[in-house]
């Protein structure tokens, strides 16, 4: 049985607070089942910036997408999650990945380390998050009540947890720890800090062998993917003249194949949505800021079609 679509919008332009509000509003508003902020330096802050969003809105969950594991000391990652989850009400979905920035570690005074030693210190942040958030003996685990009692305790059993992951390693932590698996449809591309997106049969491939590790998983993950572009419109070209230019070896029409570009008329977009659930599995859908309200109609459209 197909999951049902989940739409998350992922917001990129520090606010002030009471913008930073209007906007998680109308993300509400919009029917966004998940506000998401990134760990990007040059960006808000991920745990405030989700704290204030839950004062702002009642429905969405609230998620960081992703954070950059390097940046982040286990112990003190813990008392940020456990608190952040406690302040927004268990509202918290906890989003992971290595990163993939190096200029961003050096303006931080932060080693940037190999791709194994990144997937390693997030293997490790991911084991160390598990072994505090369950302790009920460290301050942080204690900062909810546990329902039905007086007891101080977590103010849930697990904060649930998104891994983005692309090569084997990372598709292998997914595949034995998230609750989410969220994929790029994107690669490292030949510039540090640069993606090139995948094709949907190099997309398959990625999905193929995370099915193959989670094989043994008690019970399904929730699979994700970030779309990059979203318009609503009957002339494409003019849309994606910007990624042509930035990826001179596609055409116009394998670059509205992409799996992580949605535009055109409607119902294709409507159609492609609906397709790609079939073929990868992608119930849980994330966008960027810049497609917040390109996006609603096709949100909208989908949910009447499986009312």
Not at 117 to 142: A, F, I, K
């Amino acid at each position: 049985m197909q999951r049902p679509f989940r739409f998350g919008v992922n917001l990129l332009t520090p606010a002030p607070a009471a913008e930073w509000r209007a906007t998680c509003r109308r993300a509400e508003e919009l029917g966004y089942d998940v506000i998401l902020v990134p760990d990007h330096l040059g960006m808000a802050a991920p745990f405030p910036a989700l704290v204030a969003a839950a004062e702002a809105t009642e429905r969405p969950r609230l998620g960081t997408f992703v954070l950059n594991a390097g940046f982040w000391n286990p112990a003190l990652l813990a008392r940020e999650v456990a608190t952040t989850d406690a302040l927004t009400g268990g509202r918290l979905e906890l989003g992971l990945g290595t990163g993939y920035v190096p200029a961003e570690h050096e303006a931080a005074g932060l080693p940037f380390g190999s791709p194994r030693e990144r997937v390693d210190h997030l293997r490790r942040t991911v084991g160390e998050l598990d072994r505090l958030l369950g302790s009920e003996d460290l301050p942080h685990s204690r900062l909810g009540s546990s329902a039905g009692t007086d007891r101080p305790g977590p103010t849930r059993s697990r904060v649930p947890l998104l891994i983005g992951a692309n090569g084997d390693r990372m598709l292998r932590l997914a595949a034995e720890h998230a609750d989410i698996a969220a994929f790029t449809g994107a690669r490292p591309g030949d510039t540090p800090g640069s993606l090139d997106p995948l094709t949907a049969e190099e997309l398959d491939d990625r999905v193929a062998r995370y099915r193959e590790l989670a094989a043994d998983r008690p019970a399904a993950a929730e699979l994700n993917l970030l779309i990059q572009l979203v318009a609503v419109t009957d002339d494409p070209g003019p849309v994606l003249e910007p990624l042509l230019e930035r990826q001179p070896r596609l055409t116009l029409e394998q670059a509205l194949a992409l799996p992580i570009v949605l535009v055109g008329p409607l119902d294709d977009i409507v159609a492609k949505v609906r397709a790609q659930r079939e073929r990868f599995g992608f119930s849980y859908l994330t966008v960027l800021e810049p497609s917040l309200e390109a996006f609603a109609p096709v949100m909208e459209r989908l949910r009447e079609e499986s009312a």
